[in-house]
């Protein structure tokens, strides 16, 4: 018996195949070739699996949107921004393991030191960021009135600026979308701030 190859049932559910071709593909299912039943049963399978996908398939003025404000969002931060310490890659000792819950980071970009502490506010669901910003080409170190702002995401949650030391402070509810934009709009550092996020039952809100 002379059977369809598997290249031929792919046509075949995909209407690809001539009439003629077709009417007798599915007369030799119908005479009892199970081998080709089965080829012929995958391949719908994994044309039933091929539509469904397209289910997911985000709206082109979704995906174009999305591209935009990454491109925006990555042009901002081109400053060649690098994190040089980050607490919770360092080891702790045994004795204060657990009771730590405040998290340091230094960053450096082409211009700025920026030293941030995040700490928690215990039983609130609130955090607080502590930082300063320090030239690293200017004569003056520190960077005064710097605007700083806080974003979740595309929305804006509170806003300050460098004192003259260069510091800064910040309160706020604890979120998983956080990001900290220092300086002015057509020249800021973005810097995400992971794992600040709320915790039930008065556990740590940095992770």
Request: charged share 25%; aromatic share 8%.
């Amino acid at each position: 018996m002379k059977h369809f190859g598997e290249e031929a049932w792919a046509d075949f559910v995909r209407n690809l195949v001539a009439p003629t071709t077709r009417s007798a593909m599915q007369q030799h299912v119908t005479d009892g070739c199970g081998k080709c039943e089965t080829a012929m049963q995958v391949w719908e399978s994994v044309m039933s699996i091929a539509r469904k996908e397209t289910v997911f398939t985000p709206p082109d003025d979704v995906v174009r949107v999305s591209k935009s404000q990454f491109a925006a969002r990555a042009a901002k931060s081109k400053h060649g921004l690098r994190l040089l310490f980050d607490s919770s890659l360092q080891p702790v000792a045994a004795g204060v393991r657990g009771s730590i819950s405040a998290r340091q980071f230094l960053y450096e970009t082409d211009d700025h030191y920026i030293d941030l502490r995040l700490e928690p506010r215990r039983g609130t669901g609130r955090a607080c960021v502590v930082g300063q910003v320090l030239n690293r080409t200017s004569g003056d170190r520190a960077a005064r009135e710097l605007p700083i702002r806080l974003l979740d995401g595309k929305f804006s949650l509170a806003a300050t600026a460098t004192n003259q030391f260069g510091e800064f402070q910040l309160e706020f509810d604890a979120g998983e979308n956080l990001s900290l934009l220092i300086g002015h709009e057509e020249d800021e550092i973005v810097l995400p701030l992971y794992g600040v996020q709320h915790k039930p039952n008065n556990q740590n809100d940095l992770s």
